[in-house]
């Protein structure tokens, strides 16, 4: 049977730029992964591939998979997206890994799914924030954690997405200020996954491949997502507790 990887976080946190750092310097890891396709019913990005990145189709058609056997629904971030469970079963019967890289809301629906199962399973969840850092934010009479988190993903979609389309239109804030405002609940389900990789180096920073080699976080991120896809113990990774990021 195939080894399910799962890799959640909040959107722009680095989950992509840490699939390319591993298809770049381990190639021989990530051949091994299938990407596991969603139904969306947001547009592409640019560059993005139907059938490759997603499957998009009009939200009506993604609604009316909801209830049939082997689909699971769910409402992300404003989007519909659809998870086909019966698929993946048959993905992983045939012994090939299979890799899901995306909100830690499917992630969890994919935990839910293959909980109880014999399905061998590697899952991370990707942190802009440390154990330590959440609990010492905590401590600060000043700090309103869940703004916080909001202002520092808000930066890095502002970024990400001022690099992808030059002059942003309010369909473009009000996106990424609903990515932003949900990051806070998405950080509120890391201790489901087995292993927390810190990553202050975002989506929008350069320590990816400014400088050829990942420099900083993110090369403690591959780093440590190597380990784990090798079945070895990661060096910097966390484990977080249920009530470390309060519920609002």
């Keep these: 049977m195939g080894q399910l990887v799962i890799l959640a976080g909040p959107s722009c946190v680095g989950k992509s730029p840490l699939f390319k750092a591993l298809s770049k310097f381990h190639s021989e890891l990530s051949a091994r992964l299938e990407p596991l ?3 969306n019913s947001r547009a592409p990005r640019p560059a993005e591939v139907d059938g490759v990145d997603y499957y998009f189709r009009q939200r009506e058609e993604i609604e009316a998979l909801r209830g049939r056997e082997g689909f699971v629904v769910m409402d992300v971030r404003g989007d519909l997206q659809a998870l086909d469970l019966k698929g993946l079963r048959e993905t992983l019967a045939g012994d090939q890994d299979v890799l899901f890289e995306g909100n830690p809301f499917v992630g969890t629906a994919l935990l839910d799914a293959v909980a109880g199962t014999d399905v061998p399973l590697v899952s991370a969840f990707m942190s802009p924030l440390s154990r330590d850092e959440v609990l010492f934010l905590r401590e600060q009479p000043s700090v309103n954690l869940p703004a916080l988190v909001t202002d520092v993903m808000r930066r890095k979609l502002l970024r990400r997405t001022q690099r ?4 942003l239109s309010l369909k ?3 996106e990424v200020e609903r990515r932003a405002g949900s990051a806070y609940r998405e950080l509120g389900l890391a201790w489901r ?8 180096d975002g989506e929008d920073s350069e320590n990816w491949d400014a400088f050829y080699y990942p420099l900083a976080d993110a090369r403690r991120a591959l780093l440590d997502f190597v380990a784990l896809l090798r079945g070895q113990p990661p060096r910097w990774a966390e484990t977080w507790e249920e009530d470390l990021v309060p519920a609002t």
């Design 193 to 200: 996954f087995q292993h927390v990789i810190v990553n202050h």
């Design 164 to 167: 992808q389309k030059g002059i």
């Design 37 to 39: 396709v969603l139904y």
């Design 172 to 174: 473009d804030l009000e």
